[in-house]
Nanobody, 124 residues
Framework: VQLQASGGGLVQPGGSLRLSCTASGSIFSINAMGWYRQAPGKQRELVTLITSGGSTTYADSVKGQFTISRDNAENAVYLQMNSLKPEDTAVYYC???????????????????WGQGTLVTVSS
């Protein structure tokens, strides 16, 4: 099982970007999916989460600015980022709680998987 993130890049302040992340492999079930970010010199922080049922949670710093969505049929999660600010500059990581087919067969449950990170730079 692996997560592949894409969509980062350089954008001017006030601009928008859409990040995508797709899970692949021998997947039985996906629970929550989300995005974290790590700015230079700072710890990784939660940006937003979405449950399998579509309930969402956002960090206060991105409420009304970012929108998370998911496509359960595609095992994908997306992050629409609008009105970007220089302080949004970070490496963005997708995360998912996944039960692989093997975990189902052996009864070991869900585990957390991380994507490789995609850099978002907001600068003029």
């Amino acid at each position: 099982v692996q997560l592949q993130a894409s969509g980062g890049g350089l954008v001017q302040p006030g601009g928008s970007l859409r990040l995508s992340c797709t899970a692949s492999g021998s997947i039985f079930s996906i629970n929550a999916m989300g995005w974290y970010r790590q700015a230079p010199g700072k710890q990784r922080e939660l940006v937003t989460l979405i449950t399998s049922g579509g309930s969402t949670t956002y960090a206060d710093s991105v409420k009304g600015q970012f929108t998370i969505s998911r496509d359960n049929a595609e095992n994908a999660v997306y992050l629409q980022m609008n009105s970007l600010k220089p302080e949004d500059t970070a490496v963005y990581y997708c995360n998912a709680e996944i039960m692989s087919q093997g975990a189902k067969d052996y009864g070991t449950g869900y585990r957390s998987y991380w994507g490789q990170g995609t850099l978002v730079t907001v600068s003029s």
